[in-house]
């Protein structure tokens, strides 16, 4: 399992943002899969990361001390010792979106269609189970637009 694909979305997003803003203060390479290095947080944490096995890796802030888990500091160093994995992650958090957006778009037009083609006596079937069974402020919404 790859490095990066050990840490939580949440890590990766947050160690990315920081990897951006420059938070890691320094580094240095401990061999050729582990590197030690500073990094500016809420505080300053002391941060090891192993490549090769990433939950050895260590950070000495809330979240990760004393767990196995990989933290956000941990990524802001990893990305800062290997620059085209943090372009590499960015594309692909880009893409996933455009995705996301793409589906979302298609799905819109899928209920535009369908509510055109509807008759109008399941029109109003419709509108009156939504109403009756959707959030009150939406009914609330209704008759005040509709009735007062
Ligand atoms: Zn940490």
Redesign the pocket.
């Known amino acids: 399992m790859s490095f990066i694909s050990s840490a939580s979305g949440e890590s990766r997003w947050r160690g990315y943002d920081y990897w951006e803003e420059k938070k890691v203060l320094s580094y240095e390479c401990v061999s050729d899969h582990e590197a030690e290095g500073i990094?500016k947080?809420s505080e300053i944490?002391h941060?090891k990361i192993d490549t090769e096995h990433p939950r050895k890796s260590t950070?000495?802030?809330p979240?990760?001390?004393g767990r196995r888990v990989i933290?956000?500091?941990?990524v802001a160093l990893y990305f800062t010792l290997y620059p085209h994995e943090a372009e590499k992650y960015h594309r692909e958090v880009e893409a996933a979106q455009e995705a996301w957006e793409n589906e979302q778009e298609e799905i819109e037009q899928k209920l535009i269609d369908y509510i055109r083609k509807m008759g109008k006596e399941k029109l109003r079937d419709t509108l009156l189970e939504l109403l009756f069974d959707g959030p009150e402020w939406q009914y609330e919404r209704f008759i005040r637009e509709h009735l007062e």
């Open positions: 990094v947080g944490y941060v950070c000495d802030c979240f990760a001390h933290c956000k500091h941990m």
